[in-house]
């Protein structure tokens, strides 16, 4: 910013004023700035896919050529299959699967495009079949129960490490 003094011989005083910014470079700033949010708009996308029938069979956001939030799948009927989250192409968060009647399948975490936390799968009649835990893609835990809910066994799984040389 310029400052200009400016004095009267009638009084003693100082006006300082603001320097006008060359209205050559306020356009240019604005056209740069235009074009960086056109640009960005452009990358993204709400991608639908349908069946043959004309039925909607997916639908989700396209960021930059990669999968961004929620993504859907469909059976030919209408009902949700699947729900996936992804986070830079990658799933990361709660998926859930659904049998075609609706019912809740499988729940399950990802981080990273890996497993990590719990796994539940689920009976037709809506009772609990497969709780798993995970960690980096890794099963640790098991438990299986039956039909009825009763806990049919209940298996802890080593931890397996690679070196790679």
């Not at 003693?12 to 060359?22: G, P, R, Y």
């Not at 990669?66 to 299959?81: A, D, S, V």
């Not at 893609?137 to 490490?161: A, C, H, S, V, W």
Request: proline content about 2%; glycine content about 8%.
């Amino acid at each position: 910013m310029k400052h200009f003094q400016f004095h009267s011989d009638s009084r003693n005083f100082c006006e300082v004023q603001k320097a006008s910014i060359h209205p050559i470079i306020s356009l240019i700033v604005f056209l740069f700035a235009t074009i960086l949010i056109n640009s960005s708009f452009a990358l993204a996308e709400i991608r639908k896919e349908f069946y043959p029938s004309g039925k909607l069979r997916s639908e989700g956001n396209i960021v930059d050529g990669k999968k961004e939030g929620i993504h859907k799948e469909y059976y030919e009927n209408g009902q949700l299959w699947i729900e996936d989250n992804y986070e830079n192409g990658k799933l990361d968060g709660l998926s859930n699967i659904y049998y075609e009647s609706g019912q809740l399948w499988i729940e399950e975490n990802y981080k990273n495009d890996k497993k990590n936390g719990v796994y539940r799968e689920y009976y037709k009649t809506g009772g609990l079949r497969f709780r798993d835990i995970y960690k980096n893609d890794i099963k640790i835990n098991r438990k299986e129960y039956t039909e009825e809910g009763q806990l049919k066994f209940d298996q802890d799984y080593p931890q397996i490490t690679l070196f790679i040389k």
